[in-house]
């Protein structure tokens, strides 16, 4: 490997170990000859995803001019133009190796470009729309990487887990996401608990949810949940030298369903984190188990108010950190 193509992987996993505890922890669980890789994606995600917010001092325009410039250069690298980038030459050559599908890469780009404009979700399928570029084709490119004995059975549950991660992401940051002005839970679903943005905004100044707020974030617990249940077909499916590791991320990013739940559903009371002796114990329990060992369904069993289980239409057919 050239020095230039070796310095971006490390890029890339410079970032992946300072911004992705959880999804760190798990990817040490794989063959080292994969971690690079993983890696690779994360930095290319993360990088898009701090273009667009770590860059909120400057205009709209100039924000979406520094996207525009960085996704410019993916794409001339992608059609073997030199690429002048510390970071590029390591997900270029990743998706060179694992013939990675090049529309799912536009894809996320496209819903990064989304966040510098769209800042709420009317519906559900509106949010999923978001979703299906930001975090489900994430499900996709990891695929090939981590192999499965059943690619095709495999999909549907890899893009449902990318979906199921980023909403356990957006009923964790739901504070941090009013900071940048974005609202990512639902218009419907605000109305459905006679929740207002006015209301949020004052939880978040307050530090403390209303009965409406908490049983809001409950009902997104349970859309979450749904997500999971439909990737967890998809653990079994996968190569025996991978299972540990989405094991241990599924379990972990789960976790933060029970943490939620342990604050009785109160997101702006303090950040639902899973503790690391219980990210260590998970990561140790995933080693121990058997490939091919069912997964659990993540969170609480039980949840206050009018909540039901939802089967999201859009997402749960076969076939946006």
């Known amino acids: 490997m050239d020095t230039d193509l070796a310095a971006a992987y490390d890029?890339?996993?410079?970032?992946?170990?300072?911004?992705?505890?959880?999804?760190?922890?798990?990817?040490?669980?794989?063959?080292?000859?994969?971690?690079?890789?993983?890696?690779?994606?994360?930095?290319?995600?993360?990088?898009?995803?701090?273009?667009?917010?770590?860059?909120?001092?400057?205009?709209?325009?100039?924000?979406?001019?520094?996207?525009?410039?960085?996704?410019?250069?993916?794409?001339?690298?992608?059609?073997?133009?030199?690429?002048?980038?510390?970071?590029?030459?390591?997900?270029?050559?990743?998706?060179?190796?694992?013939?990675?599908?090049?529309?799912?890469?536009?894809?996320?780009?496209?819903?990064?470009?989304?966040?510098?404009?769209?800042?709420?979700?009317?519906?559900?399928?509106?949010?999923?729309?978001?979703?299906?570029?930001?975090?489900?084709?994430?499900?996709?490119?990891?695929?090939p990487i981590l192999g499965s004995s059943d690619p095709a059975a495999a999909r549907e549950p890899a893009r449902q887990l990318g979906f199921a991660f980023q909403l356990t992401n957006f009923i964790r940051d739901v504070a941090e996401d009013l900071d940048r002005g974005r609202t990512y839970l639902p218009d419907d679903d605000l109305a459905l608990f006679g929740v207002t943005r006015e209301e949020l905004a004052e939880a978040r100044a307050r530090g403390r949810a209303t009965a409406r707020i908490r049983e809001l974030i409950a009902y997104e617990v349970t859309r979450a949940q749904a997500h999971y249940a439909a990737a967890a077909p998809g653990i079994t499916l996968l190569v025996p030298a991978s299972q540990a590791c989405m094991r241990t991320a599924y379990a972990l990013y789960g976790g933060i369903l029970d943490e939620v739940a342990a604050l009785d559903f109160d997101v702006f009371a303090a950040r639902a984190l899973v503790p690391r002796h219980r990210r260590l114990a998970v990561a140790a329990r995933a080693l121990l188990t058997p490939a091919g060992t069912p997964v659990v369904i993540p969170g609480p069993a039980l949840v206050p108010g009018p909540v039901a289980v939802p089967t999201p239409s859009r997402s749960s057919a076969p076939g946006r950190s």
């Open 11 to 143: 890029r890339c996993r410079e970032l992946h170990r300072r911004h992705g505890r959880t999804y760190y922890l798990a990817t040490r669980l794989l063959p080292a000859w994969k971690r690079r890789h993983v890696h690779a994606l994360y930095g290319f995600t993360r990088y898009a995803d701090e273009i667009v917010d770590r860059t909120e001092d400057l205009p709209p325009a100039e924000r979406a001019a520094r996207l525009d410039d960085w996704a410019g250069r993916f794409v001339a690298g992608l059609h073997g133009e030199p690429v002048d980038d510390p970071l590029l030459p390591a997900v270029l050559h990743t998706i060179a190796v694992f013939g990675l599908d090049r529309d799912d890469f536009a894809s996320f780009l496209s819903s990064m470009a989304m966040d510098l404009t769209v800042t709420s979700y009317r519906t559900y399928d509106h949010l999923l729309d978001y979703m299906e570029g930001s975090a489900a084709v994430i499900g996709t490119m990891m695929l």
